[in-house]
């Protein structure tokens, strides 16, 4: 099993910056692709950047032009920073990843794979 915890949010005003972080523990042996999602309330939850293991990135439209999206294989943690951030960027910031992980029972050590989510982290921009 796998566990991400992310961290950074907060009450910022519009035009300011934050950076969020995640990070993936546990029984890991590989992660994969790692994204940031955000939901507004009455909203669905919407994907805002991704970045895979070979450092491919790849950005939503709200995102292009003042988010980065970048990780940190070694310590298998994803970071958000948001700049020129404005009210309607106001939600809960989910980390997403594919992680592979491993269980071992006696000789036997097998590899699973799934999509995990963190608890998100709230990022509130004021006008």
């Known amino acids: 099993q796998a566990q991400l915890v992310e961290s950074g949010g907060g009450w910022v005003q519009a035009g300011e910056s934050l950076r969020l972080s995640c990070s993936a523990s546990g029984s890991i042996f590989r992660v994969q692709t790692m994204r940031w999602y955000r939901q507004a309330p009455g909203t669905q939850r919407e994907l805002v950047a991704s970045v895979t293991s070979g450092g491919t990135i790849d950005y939503s439209g709200p995102a292009k032009g003042r988010f980065a999206i970048s990780r940190d294989n070694a310590k298998n943690t994803v970071y958000l920073q948001m700049n020129s951030l404005k009210p309607e960027d106001t939600a809960v910031y989910y980390c997403?990843?594919?992680?592979?992980?491993?269980?071992?029972?006696?000789?036997?050590?097998?590899?699973?794979?799934?999509?995990?989510w963190g608890q998100g982290t709230q990022v509130t921009v004021s006008s």
């Open positions: 997403n990843a594919d992680i592979s992980t491993t269980h071992t029972m006696g000789s036997i050590t097998e590899i699973g794979s799934r999509t995990y």
